[in-house]
């Protein structure tokens, strides 16, 4: 894939300037005066290389931002733990024409029983061409997605730990904690539930510490698979967090929960599942062999803030939450496609002047929604009798369609609606892959810039041709005569009017270029 050329700085200070007032920021740390600066060596700073980070730098290499990806792990992990990528997660793939490639690395299974393990089969006719869940190894897909953010020209520096940083009116300085200091226009924290950036940035974390841990493994067991299947199908009538799911060739995962907190900075051991299957299961079922071992905790915490002035959060640097309906991941990848578009348009100087700031109105609620309904899970967990009353009762409700519909749309996030004013209920939603003239419509938004599809043939994207991808289709598979898609697939304008077009182009992609 032939990387783009970078681009070069904006070719207005004042545009850079403007921009960093709408920060809303406090107070700056000391920083040089401008004759000490260093240049400006990039564009944006990512700290840390997981699935956010690597999304992140991708997306800013469509829009020709210079990004360097500092990652504090000299290697890849070793462990392989499957992580799955919800159908929200998948239509981003697709939209970037990476899906194809993923997918040949994953095994799918049905869109269903997520929410709190409730075993419900999918609802019939989720509204996405991709509705299935994606299992893949973790490793596997950090390195798809690092690799294409490197095919696009982003730079990845591994075993470099950001120490500090300082923000001034033009910039960021990071220092690494050999001493050595880079300087961007912006910084994003990428680096995980502990971020440094968030800590140094002084952004409170409220939120729940853990109740509890989870031990998380993969290993070989000595007995029987039926033994196994029959006695967890037994046990998980009363212990839901328990789980022992079969990779083949002997391996299984091995998820259980301990009794308590205990210190997560040591790594468990074998004998700790081995004692702690011993008392929820009886048996220990012959764990031997381990691959990795982990364990995790149910923290729930959200950043008050995703930005102060140059600095910004994604991922799990700005949530966390228990694992419970895999939905982290796809969190901190949905994050980087929100961002993505819009900081590269502060850099490449045509946002609006509010645009950024979107970033943090947008996925801010999300993630308290997410927040909110892992912790549902987790008490639906709980082996109490009043939780299990309730979870009996949520059971019996799931099988109206309408409730199964509305949790399953909530864990894949395709059920989201951004505020973008009053209008159709379309409005504000991602749109899903729909058939037009060229083939499917994903395959149009691979360079993450905006597309107006228009039924009527009558309409024009005009001086943001630079910006806006355009199709004219009287056949689209859609129930409305024009819509304005973002980079990220949300739909930011429905109607047949010009006029009213050109006021949200502006709204969403600055000044036209002519």
Known sequence: MESPQFTAEPSSKDTVERDFTTGDVPSLRSSASGADRAPLMFDVIIAGCGPTGAMLAAELRLHGVRVLVLEKETEPVSFVRIVGLHIRSLELMAMRGLLDRIREHGRQRPAGGFFAAINKPAPQGLDSAHAYLLGIPQPVIVHLLEEHAIQLGAQVRRGCVVADFEQDDEGVTVELADGEQLRSRYLVGCDGGRSTVRKLLGVGFPGEPSRTDTLMGEMELGVPPEEIAAKVTEIRETHQRLMIRPFGQGVYSVVVPVAGVTDRAEPPTLEDFKQQLCTIAGTDFGVHSPRWLSRFGDATRLAERYRVGRVLLAGDAAHIHPPTGGQGLNLGVQDAVNLGWKLAAHIR???????????????????????????????LHSTEPGPQAVRRLLTELMDFDEVNRYLI????????????????????????????????????????????????????????????????????????????????????????DQQDLDDHLARWFGKPAN
């Open 409 to 496: 749309e909530k864990i894949t996030a395709i059920g989201i609606r951004y505020d973008f004013g009053e209008g159709p209920d379309l409005l504000g939603r991602r749109l899903r892959d729909i058939d037009v003239k060229q083939g499917h419509l994903y395959d149009l938004l691979h360079r993450g810039r905006g597309l107006l599809l228009d039924r009527t043939e009558r309409l024009t994207v005009g001086g943001w041709s630079d910006r806006v991808d355009y199709l004219a289709d009287p056949t689209a598979v859609l129930d409305v005569p024009c819509v304005l898609l973002r980079p990220d697939g949300h739909v930011a304008w429905i109607g047949d």
């Open 349 to 379: 100087g045509w946002a609006p002047r509010t645009l950024l700031d979107t970033y943090q109105a947008e996925r801010q609620p999300v993630a308290e929604d997410v927040l909110d309904n892992t912790r549902a899970q987790m008490e």
